[in-house]
């Protein structure tokens, strides 16, 4: 009789832990079905967080006939489409350059507008051919070298940005004549925004 309640109790032991075995594996199995679609919503929902942003490839800014042919700088307006992390806005105001023709070429160069030094917009002072910032008295040359390093409040020169230049077409994919009969080149650039303050051009992304 001992016996048989002995093996009745081991039974029962056996029992319970395949019970309990199972009731955690049922719960794990529910957790990774429950994890499963939410890790792959949240995958989705911070994508649009890895993107970046596409006002830093390259945007129309104008032509090169616009430019005077003596070297002068003259600004522009950037105006691109800016996607940020779930929102695209067509052709908003990103910033501002300077564009210049190097005399007797059709060469381009482009600086933001932007002083390094504490992210005022500078101006072109005609008469003194030279860049100069109104909140600190930064000035640069009309290349966006500093003029006097050494007194100079900026850290580093106007940040200068890439350029291309592209024929401009018509609906058919036609060149369009500019002056004199060659194609017209529209000008494009690069705009990039860049930490102020700071000796080297870093990027801001």
């Not at 719960?27 to 890790?39: F, M």
């Not at 100079?152 to 890439?162: E, F, K, T």
């Not at 994919?173 to 000008?187: D, K, L, M, T």
Request: net charge positive; with cysteine; charged share 25%.
């Amino acid at each position: 009789m001992e016996g048989s309640i002995v093996a009745l109790r081991k039974a029962q032991a056996a029992a319970d832990r395949r019970g309990f075995l199972k009731r955690v594996a049922a719960i794990t199995i529910g957790a990774l079905v429950a994890i499963v679609p939410s890790a792959a919503g949240l995958v989705v929902f911070l994508d649009p967080l890895r993107r970046r942003s596409r006002s830093s490839d390259l945007v129309r800014v104008g032509s090169i006939d616009q430019l005077p042919a003596d070297g002068r700088p003259r600004r522009f307006a950037v105006l691109a489409a800016h996607e940020d992390a779930w929102n695209r806005v067509p052709q908003r105001p990103v910033g501002a350059v300077y564009l210049r023709r190097e005399p007797g070429s059709d060469r381009v160069d482009a600086v933001s507008a932007v002083c390094p030094h504490a992210g005022c917009f500078v101006t072109f002072q005609e008469q003194e051919g030279l860049f100069s910032c109104p909140c600190h008295g930064s000035r640069f040359e009309r290349t966006g070298e500093r003029i006097d390093p050494a007194r100079c409040p900026s850290p580093r020169a106007l940040d200068a940005l890439a350029t291309e230049l592209r024929e401009q077409r018509d609906e058919t994919g036609q060149p369009i004549p500019g002056p004199g009969g060659r194609p017209r080149q529209e000008i494009w650039v690069r705009y990039q925004s860049f930490r102020a303050g700071a000796p080297a051009k870093i990027a801001v992304e």
